[in-house]
């Protein structure tokens, strides 16, 4: 049994696993506080991909240093969002929610097209073919520093949601959004932040999608599925399953592409397969609807 | 030979996780009859209800309609071999109008299927034979309460059946709405259609019920007459147990 | 009807036929939704539909007409196992399985070269040797078709069944509808007029490619346009995909990438201002107006 070529894929599939989990974060917190699934998720995480791409080309930001930047500037682009278009239909049928999230999410797609046409951007810095040598096993510097800061990532989001006062708050609102609001919570704000926080995230983990991948307009559609894969797999809107949901979508894609023939182009349709396989059998996914 | 019981519901039992909805139930009813099914909030009544139309399957059990097993049915099934039901919270159709919602039934309901004209027909003669004569244009969200109700029940009505499950019909009426809605049950039963009807409405339930069957906790605790059953022990016990002055009489 | 290609030029008569395709796919994917499966996978079957009739052409010279008649039959016994397997799914989890079918598709297409010519595509040769007048008058004659079907659904029992599923499956069961039944006939009815456009599109295109013809933009085109017009009526989809179609032709000769970005917008505004389309705002809005200045 070939050691080096399990370990390698052993690891990869963690690596990736780490930057899919941090893509998955935002879509959760929504979906576990407000109980919306945003179809949009992807191209906020495409948004945060191309502003890191326009920081470093432009203005020279190592893109992991604007990975925060990114964040930010979701963060501020997600309130408008929620305000104007996800507010208004917090109460309509979850089909409703679905047209609206996928027109912005279509609309999005577009725009990046027109405004940065169709072509495939790389973040090429001096570090980006680095790699570590752990063992048998060769570790790309920046899968790893990615790695490290999408479990960084989801620990700020665990604390926020366990120690802040927004944080608790939104978790109060996502059990019971009525007990929440007689108590003082104010549900409209704490969702208004929910979203923010989610897209904010989206950003973060946009900045570390273009130091692994390419950077195009379809790229957050193709993220968006793999989150929707990893939902399904792990539970909807719980972290821990969301965590759970990385490690096997990873770990597969990553086995397939070392071992099946012609294993990295199947790879990528692992997502959507698992997707329907799941979900015609256990048509409420895997776990259920458990909520954080 | 025919069976002198229409319904024969034999231990049946049902759980949902580990807690037993329903546990070893077994009654009959017989054509015409009118039986109620009481018991205090949480009892299984409506579960008994969403096992004999096919909602839910049984653990274990059989229930038998003219000998004929109707476990593992799909409820579509269930209704075209002739048990119409209503449902506790109303639930029209909000896009059709009250006729079209009685007509689904009667188009789908009813084996062998009728032509589009005849189901139109009786679906109108049913309308007016619940109160709902001159309101078969207008949209189902739009009505009353009792309308509501009485849409559920031409609905159940449409698809000719020989057992009419009633889920608490009676409740929210006025007391001109329920000795309407008395009437109306008697006469069905004229008709040869069996009722059986889950009631809270103590005085209904004495007034026209064949039959009374007390479930509490799932299980059957009391069965007989109307006067039997109120002067039961046990029954008497499961109440007092259980705050019901409230659904008595809530109809104002 | 009948005349108008002898009185347009061909630029007009080639959108005419494309808008044509596009109210196939448009009220397919209506009466689909008229039993509350809310399909973005439509592609999926188009593509089936596309690809079975340019490889039949390709490897045993099918004439174009039979291949496109093969490609609705594949893509309609697609769809019944496809319905049949996504029967228990509701509302967003049925739209995720079919936006994952699509894209599992394109991926399988990518991967088998040998059979489907994976990402270099299939090409046929013109069709009808580039006789326009004779693709607007087939494709003239399948709308009608369909619009016929839908008719037929309407004024029939069916339209009952897909209303009471849609509404409420539940309570449509126990008064006597078999879901499963209404629900796959929609499938298939949908898929068969899908993959029939599928198949047409590939000969008057002329080349197709998995990442084209298995694409989400197809899928959201065939939602938008009944979306926009008004759902499960007849003329919604029409009226949708007309002025759509106006919309992104305008938008095309502006931007080269990027059109459908009008899509992505009218969704966004139908859902939050007008639910029921444009057929919704002139019954609820426009209409009443009239009766007003009558009075």
Not at chain 2, 72 to 79: A, D, M, Q
Not at chain 2, 125 to 140: H, I, T, Y
Not at chain 2, 210 to 234: C, F, Q, W, Y
Not at chain 3, 156 to 172: D, K, Q, W
Request: aromatic share 10%; proline share 4%; hydrophobic share 50%.
């Amino acid at each position: 049994m070939d050691w080096a070529s399990f370990l390698q894929s052993l690891a990869n599939g963690i690596l990736i696993a780490g930057l899919y989990a941090a893509v998955t974060l935002g879509l959760t917190l929504v979906l576990g506080v407000m109980g919306i699934v945003n179809f949009a998720h992807g191209e906020l995480v495409m948004l945060g991909a191309y502003s890191t791409f326009w920081l470093f080309t432009l203005l020279g930001i190592d893109p992991m240093l604007s990975i925060p930047m990114s964040g930010l500037i979701l963060f501020f682009i997600g309130l408008p969002i929620y305000r104007f278009t996800i507010r208004p239909i917090l109460k309509d049928p979850p089909l409703n929610q679905l047209l609206l999230t996928l027109g912005i999410s279509i609309f999005l797609q577009n725009l990046a097209m027109i405004l940065w046409k169709a072509d495939s951007r790389a973040v090429i810095t001096s570090y980006s073919g680095m790699s570590l040598h752990l063992g048998m096993v060769h570790v790309g510097l920046t899968r790893l520093v990615t790695f490290l800061i999408a479990v960084t990532l989801t620990i700020f989001l665990v604390l926020f949601l366990y120690k802040a006062r927004p944080g608790r708050a939104m978790r109060a609102v996502s059990e019971n959004n009525t007990a929440s609001w007689l108590i003082g919570i104010n549900v409209q704000k704490t969702y208004l932040l929910a979203f923010g926080v989610a897209s904010g995230l989206a950003g973060a983990s946009g900045a570390l999608v273009s130091t692994i991948m390419y950077t195009f307009p379809m790229v957050g559609f193709k993220l968006s599925l793999k989150a929707f894969c990893i939902l399904i797999l792990g539970g909807l809107g719980n972290i821990p399953g969301a965590l759970f949901g990385s490690l096997i979508l990873g770990l597969t894609e990553s086995f397939v592409g070392t071992y099946a023939p012609e294993g990295s182009g199947w790879a990528e349709g692992i997502s959507f397969m698992l997707i329907m396989v799941i979900l015609i059998i256990k048509p409420t996914g895997l776990a259920g609807t458990r909520r954080e | 030979m025919e069976n002198i019981f229409l319904l024969q519901v034999k231990k049946l039992t049902k759980h949902f996780g580990g807690l037993a909805a329903v546990q070893n139930v077994s009654f009959e009813i017989s054509r015409g009859e009118i039986v109620s099914l009481i018991g205090p909030n949480g009892a299984g009544k409506t579960t008994i209800f969403n096992l004999i139309s096919g909602v839910y399957a049984p653990d274990s059990g059989e229930i038998l309609l003219d000998n004929e097993n109707l476990v593992g049915r799909r409820p579509f099934e269930v209704c075209q071999k002739g048990i119409g039901r209503t449902f506790q919270i109303m639930q029209p159709f909000p896009h059709m109008t009250v006729l079209e919602n009685v007509m689904t039934s009667g188009l789908f309901g009813r084996v062998p299927k009728v032509s589009m004209r005849q189901a139109k027909e009786e679906t109108m003669e049913l309308c007016q034979l619940v109160g709902l004569g001159d309101k078969q244009k207008a949209f189902s969200r739009n009505l009353t309460v009792a309308d509501q109700k009485r849409i559920e029940i031409a609905r159940a009505l449409a698809v000719k059946p020989k057992l009419l499950l009633l889920d608490e019909v009676m409740s929210g009426l006025t007391p001109t709405e329920t000795g309407e809605a008395i009437k109306l049950v008697r006469r069905l039963r004229e008709n040869g259609t069996a009722i059986f009807l889950i009631e809270h409405v103590m005085k209904v339930v004495m007034g026209i019920s064949d039959r009374v069957i007390v479930l509490h906790h799932g299980e059957k605790i009391a069965e007989g007459t109307s006067t039997e059953v109120a002067n039961d022990p046990k029954v008497i016990q499961a109440y007092l147990g259980e705050h019901i002055d409230e659904s008595e009489e809530a109809s104002c | 009807m009948i005349f108008y290609p002898k009185l347009v030029d061909s630029y007009f008569l080639h959108l005419t036929v494309a808008t044509f395709l596009a109210m196939i796919m448009a009220s397919s994917w209506d009466i689909l939704a008229r039993t509350g499966q809310v399909s973005v996978g439509q592609a999926g079957l188009f593509g089936i539909g596309a690809y079975t009739a340019a490889l039949l052409y390709q490897k045993v010279h099918l004439p174009p007409v039979l291949g496109m008649l093969a490609g609705a039959i594949l893509a309609m016994i697609v769809a019944i196992f496809l319905g049949y397997l996504t029967l228990r799914l509701r509302g967003i989890y049925f739209a995720i399985t079919t936006i994952a079918f699509a894209e599992a598709l394109s991926v399988i297409w990518l991967m088998t070269p040998g059979v489907t010519g994976g990402a270099m595509g299939v090409s046929t040769p013109p069709l009808f040797n580039g006789n326009r007048e004779h693709a607007y008058y087939l494709i003239l004659i399948i709308l009608a078709l369909v619009i016929f079907v839908v008719w037929l659904i309407e004024s029939s029992r069916l339209n009952f069944a897909f209303t009471a599923i849609r509404e409420n499956e539940e309570v449509a069961n126990v008064m006597g509808i078999n879901p499963t039944r209404y629900k796959v006939l929609a499938f298939m009815i949908s898929a068969f007029f899908t993959g029939f456009a599928g198949g047409f599109y590939s000969h008057y295109n002329t080349y197709i490619i998995p990442y084209e013809v298995f694409g989400l933009g197809i899928s959201i085109a065939c939602l938008v346009m009944p979306i926009f017009g008004g759902l499960y009526t007849i003329a919604g989809p029409i009226i949708g995909t007309i002025l759509i179609k106006a919309i992104e032709e305008y938008l095309r000769v502006t931007f080269s990438y990027g059109h459908q970005i009008a899509y992505g917008l009218i969704l966004v505004v139908v859902v939050l201002f007008m639910p029921e389309g444009l057929l919704g705002l002139w019954k609820r809005r426009i209409l009443p107006l009239f009766g007003r200045v009558r009075q």
